[in-house]
Nanobody, 124 residues
Framework: QVQLVESGGGLVQAGGSLRLSCAAS????????MAWFRRAPGSDREFVTA????????SYSDSAKGRFTISRDNAKNTVHLQMNSLKPEDTAVYYC?????????????????WGQGTQVTVSS
């Protein structure tokens, strides 16, 4: 069992930055692929980015490319999402997800564990 706890959300002006963190419990964190998804009001959960177990392979949505960076620290059981040049359309609840696999997936249904989410609001 893995428990995920997100932090770092908040209110920021357009063009600003936020760094989200996800702390994971468990001793096998390094064997999980980690991902961030988001859900805007009235929308489905949307893939943002993912990172493999070693951190040397990542995937980004088109909206995240060039602005967001995912990273992980297996020694501290954490994954981070650095978000720069934020836009009002980035406003959403951001969720951390873990998958018991070495392969990255962009499908929400393929992830095994989820955090409670953290709200990110970008004002114009």
């Amino acid at each position: 069992q893995v428990q995920l706890v997100e932090s770092g959300g908040g209110l920021v002006q357009a063009g600003g930055s936020l760094r989200l963190s996800c702390a994971a419990s468990g001793r096998t964190f390094s064997s999980y692929t980690m991902a961030w998804f988001r859900r805007a009001p009235g929308s489905d959960r949307e893939f943002v980015t993912a990172i493999n177990w070693s951190g040397d392979s990542t995937s980004y949505s088109d909206s995240a490319k060039g602005r967001f960076t995912i990273s992980r620290d297996n020694a501290k059981n954490t994954v981070h999402l650095q978000m720069n040049s934020l836009k009002p359309e980035d406003t959403a609840v951001y969720y951390c997800a873990a998958r018991r696999s070495l392969l990255i997936t962009i499908q929400a249904r393929d992830n095994d564990y989820w955090g409670q989410g953290t709200q990110v609001t970008v004002s114009s």
